[in-house]
């Protein structure tokens, strides 16, 4: 089965750190655009974060610049999200979505909550 799987959300306090994981599950993701997006509870969902397949190109969200950085190891076929500075609006559901072409995919989320 193609899917992705997320990893590392958690319990963290304010100002905190955790680092998400997105690893593929039946295909690489080579030459895929990588995105982060979070929902929080009676929120939509938005986007955080993406990579370009070649990872030379990066954006980021105005609510988490300066404090997340988006990454990848082509060797491990991963994704990473490094969050730092995590304030208690961050809390939310994070997903990450593989995009290529007309093939998307989509991972179950991680919980991250931020909270003392």
């Known amino acids: 089965q193609l899917q992705l799987v997320e990893s590392g959300g958690g319990l963290v306090q304010p100002g905190g750190s955790l680092r998400l994981s997105c690893a593929a599950s039946?295909?690489?993701?080579?030459?895929?655009?990588i995105g982060w997006f979070r929902q929080a509870p009676g929120k939509e969902r938005e986007g955080v974060s993406c990579i370009s397949g070649s990872g030379r190109y990066t954006n980021y969200a105005d609510s988490v610049k300066g404090r997340f950085t988006i990454s990848r190891d082509y060797a491990k076929d991963t994704v990473y999200l490094q969050m730092n500075s995590l304030k208690p609006e961050d809390t939310a559901v994070y997903y990450c979505?593989?995009?290529?072409?007309?093939?998307?995919?989509w991972g179950q989320g991680t919980q991250v909550t931020v909270s003392s």
């Open positions: 039946g295909f690489t993701l080579d030459y895929y655009a």
């Open positions: 979505n593989a995009n290529r072409g007309s093939r998307t995919y």
